[in-house]
């Protein structure tokens, strides 16, 4: 990561670069409405948001020293929070893979998110994982019925119509029905 590796070497053209960078891939061409990562995977989307906000931790450290001149972009770095430069931030913010999951709190496997590994043993239901799931940035709904002793699962996922058919990242799932219960 370049803000931190400009930090640690007191390289202010590196911290820099970073905000740079921050500013080409905080678009809506990088995000789907729902504050998805535009690969479509739950799994993408922790890591790309997880690695904003700490690229964006780290610049708050950064103090440009006196002597220096931001010639390439004309950015002056002093504690700096640069949340505000990128309101895309409060869309991706707001999601997290907990909302992809099934009652038992298993990710769903959308893409490259897998769901549960090891043991074939059922897990408990878990409050969060009952709810109805809208997410038409990314073409996920799902309807749930009952509690945590017992509930159901009913998913459909679409290709979104966010970057037209192909998307981002997709694995072909142009229609894909998944079924749940427990």
């Not at 789907?32 to 906000?53: F, H, K, P, R, T």
Request: hydrophobic share 35%.
């Amino acid at each position: 990561e370049g803000a931190t590796t400009g930090l640690l070497l007191n390289d202010p053209n590196m911290v820099h670069q970073a905000v740079n960078f921050l500013d080409r891939l905080l678009t809506n061409e990088n995000w789907l409405s729902d504050g998805i990562w535009y690969e479509e995977s739950a799994s993408y989307s922790d890591q790309a948001s997880g690695n904003v906000l700490t690229t964006i931790d780290v610049v708050k450290k950064w103090v440009d020293p006196t002597d220096y001149t931001d010639t390439q972009f004309g950015i002056q770095l002093n504690n700096t929070d640069l949340a505000p430069r990128w309101p895309l931030i409060n869309q991706f913010a707001s999601f997290s893979s907990d909302k992809l999951i099934y009652p038992d709190g298993t990710t769903i496997p959308v893409n490259d998110s897998y769901g549960k590994k090891g043991s074939p043993q059922p897990l408990s239901i878990v409050n969060k994982g009952l709810k109805n799931i809208e997410l038409p940035g990314l073409g996920y709904y799902a309807l749930f019925q009952g509690d945590t002793t017992s509930a159901t699962h009913a998913g459909l996922l679409y290709n979104h119509t966010n970057l037209g058919f192909g998307g981002g990242h997709t694995h072909v799932n142009a229609l894909n029905l998944d079924l749940w219960g427990g």
